[in-house]
């Protein structure tokens, strides 16, 4: 299925190309794929050389996708996992201390840097005292993203985590996998809130009944139509951006 934005991270690269086969971006977000890194590893650190591998396949999409709309990722540490909880704060220093090491490679990489900010699993005021605590460092960035976000099944923290973080920033922010009811009850009602992307419908696919292509494909077309409702409630506000 072909999308306007769309989400690559490097381990569906290959996937990746044989969509542009038949698809034509017109946005790009470059992820990490920290499910893939933290949640299916259950580690807690990024493999050996994935900073520079990483610097090369933002390089690499940017080329191949040939669009303005084009972002990235920087490197964060997630801690909203089954199992990671105990990692806060501990993620939340070292996805600082990988925003700073970041700092020297923006100019040099193409597109639009995003740094995240992280912060605890369903506390909806965590996420807003790392941003007040180092708005100097995320001044830095046109865009900033919600880490601890994409885990959750509380979709009424979540809403309460959005506005409460709208209410601070002064940066359009992403935000990672939100649950759509999260999304419609802040819906009209942001002032930042630039975009989301659905991997919170992957994860809910992974344990559902998407047991092949047609399924997953029939999943998609339902959470998109879901989507399309809700985007309708933002009224004379900007229809935020999604990346499926």
Known sequence: MCYPHVVVNPYVYYDWEQWLKKCRPEGVLVDTGVHKVFKESGGFEYPSGFEYGYARFISRVHAQARVEEFYYVIPDYPSDYPGMEQFYPLNVEKTLESIKRWL???DSLPGTAVAVVQGKKDDPLSPVRV?????EL?????LVALGPTCASNRWGVLAKMILAFD????KPFHVFGPSLRAVARVAGRTRRFFSFDSSAMYRWCENSWC????????????????YEEIARRWGSQPSILSFF
């Open 131 to 135: 941003y007040s605590e180092n708005r």
């Open 167 to 170: 209410s601070v920033t002064a």
């Open 104 to 106: 020297t490679r923006v």
């Open 211 to 226: 047991s092949d292509i047609e399924e997953r494909a029939e999943a998609i077309r339902a959470y998109i139509s879901r």
């Open 138 to 142: 995320y001044d830095e960035f046109e």
